[in-house]
């Protein structure tokens, strides 16, 4: 009688554990009062049905979980999204959009391995205008300041033209796109990833052209970098899908958002083994001595279409959740609201920020236009975003904004 008494006891304990623990498979959500808040687990704990007496001799107890304890920073990842403005109506819409189709009991809920975005990054993770895109600062940089490179001299005509447009008009030149890209391309032939990687990382550490208190390496919107990890916290699926070459995004990412490679998409060269020289990649055998470097030209300029695309190809399925800011985001917006299984949207930043970046507020109305004719959201960096870049770093005087070096 003794012993039975004992395994029930044993058993009620056991189960008590088990609760206080949770499930990882599939934990019981309860929904915070605030709008803003992700959901958490909670268990109930039934009282087992016995009326034998407990014994005198106790186990040990199991401390039972404090309801009011406070969040980990893992959780509180989970549950906010921080520098976004109080009573922001699309800081409201993206939560209520990521509680709903995370919620197995909602008629939106889309299973985990389905939830995935695919986001732009310059203009809409990191800044573009210091003075310009990234990839066209470095290039410039690697063509007319890098004393390591001597650079073929029709490479640095386009460097300087690049540059000189930048200075005077603010505006990068006509057909500057593929230019860039094949230059680009030849400027890093060579080189294997890793040292193009630590190239980047160390132009990182440079100061951001027109702004103090602030390198390129620190110079992405908290806001955004907020929402990258409130939503991978929520189950999603994050790629970066850039125009800006793959490797160099990639060591963007790694360095700002912990995002791996393999979750990067950009614009492509060709890669080929140090000894192979001329010799067909069908026709060559891979050596011991041998390292993958860059062949010094770019396949496609991944934009626009082309990111449709490519994500089609990488990925294998529809996005359901699309950020960019810019026209040439537009298709993949658009192939992401299309989605005919879930509800997919899109968000599209509106450079309307004068005060603490160098806004387009004309560029930004017409934006605007464009996404409220197609129904896609869009996030006023003015009116959204409670800080960018943080409360230190502020413009610099105008005369500084368009140096490159």
Known sequence: MKNRIFAAVAAMVLVFSMSACGSKEEPAKEKSTEKTAATTTVVSLEEP?????????KPAETEAPAEDEEPTPEEEKAVSLEYWTEGSEVAKSLVEYVEAVTDP???????????IVVSDLDGTLIGELYPTYFDHCIFVHRALYDDTYDAPEDMKEFAREVEKSLEETGKLPDNCETTHAKFAAEAYKGMTVDELKDYAKEYLKTEASGFENLTRGDAYYKPMKSLVDYLEANG????????????LVRAICEEMFGIPANHVIGTDTTMVAEGQGDTDGLDYMYRPDDEVVFGGEYITK???MNKVAVIAQEIGMV???ALGNSSGDL????YVTLNDKYEGRAYLLLCDDTEREYG???????LKTTCDELGFYT???????????????????????????
């Open 302 to 304: 991944n934009l626009k």
């Open 49 to 57: 049905e016995t009326t034998t007496a407990a014994p005198e001799e």
């Open 319 to 321: 996005p359901v959740l």
């Open 331 to 334: 298709s993949m917006a658009e």
């Open 105 to 115: 009991d909602s008629d939106k809920f889309i299973p985990e391995e389905e939830r």
């Open 360 to 366: 387009k507020p004309e560029t930004a109305e017409k």
């Open 379 to 405: 996030v006023s960096m003015r009116d959204d975003f409670a800080t960018i870049y943080g409360e230190d770093v502020t413009l610099s005087d105008e005369g500084d904004k368009n140096e490159i070096q």
């Open 236 to 247: 999603f699926t994050f790629y970066v899908v850039s125009g800006t070459d793959r490797t």
